[in-house]
């Protein structure tokens, strides 16, 4: 049986969010407005996914973003230079430490490799350059080219056109628990890279597989 595409989630997975920690704390904003700016990027697009209207990643964050920094006018002086800050930090972050290693390991086995992203493509090219890994990945795609975020169905369709593979001959890697149960309603295996050890959520299909560092995979898949 030949070996499935990896699909790799981008933001949170492959990226270090942490790193924009001390980005909000120079701009003078609360390092706990990290979680719940991503939270609610996340929530706005997926609500404009459901009305058939979705936008732009950045556009979303932006906007998500400036109405949180708004709430702090003590600490913010310039809520659109702060928002511009945080968002430059966000196209340049680095990958976390298993990251390098988890693709060599994957390329090393065979694994052909893609990423699919809520966000945009130039923003995980930049972040695989800059890790030195981008030769590891055939393919980068982004949901920009599709009719909305993932768990989105359409989402998931365009990764199986691309890659011309279909069901469990593609496993998706994620650190959420959303879009793992979005692949596997489309049939894909799915593997959890569990970053946080939080449980796992009941309402949602259980993973595959459940790894702690993306070179656990080749050995996971057996």
Do not use: C, I
């Amino acid at each position: 049986m030949p070996l499935p595409t990896v699909v790799l989630d981008v933001n949170e997975t492959l990226s270090d969010l942490g790193a924009l920690a001390p980005v909000l704390r120079e701009v003078g904003a609360p390092e706990s407005l990290l979680g719940t700016w991503f939270a609610g990027t996340l929530r706005d697009g997926f609500a404009l996914t459901l009305q058939g209207e979705p936008a732009a990643f950045a556009d979303v964050a932006r906007a998500v973003l400036v109405g949180l920094l708004a709430q702090h006018p003590d600490r913010v002086d310039d809520v659109d230079a702060a928002a511009d800050a945080v968002l430059d930090a966000f196209r340049t972050l680095p990958v976390h430490p298993d990251v390098p290693d988890g693709l060599r390991a994957l390329a090393d086995a065979g694994f052909p490799v893609v990423t699919l992203s809520n966000g945009a493509t130039s923003v995980a090219e930049a972040l695989l350059e800059q890790a030195g890994v981008r030769d590891r990945v055939s393919q980068v795609l982004s949901v920009e080219d599709t009719g909305g975020w993932k768990p989105a169905r359409a989402a998931y369709s365009h990764a199986e056109a691309e890659a011309g593979r279909s069901g469990a001959d593609l496993l998706l890697v994620a650190v959420h628990p959303w879009d793992l149960d979005g692949a596997s309603r489309a049939g894909w295996r799915t593997a959890h890279l569990d970053r946080t050890g939080a449980p796992w959520p009941p309402v949602f299909r259980r993973p595959t597989h459940h790894l702690t560092a993306l070179a656990d995979l080749p050995t996971a898949v057996g």
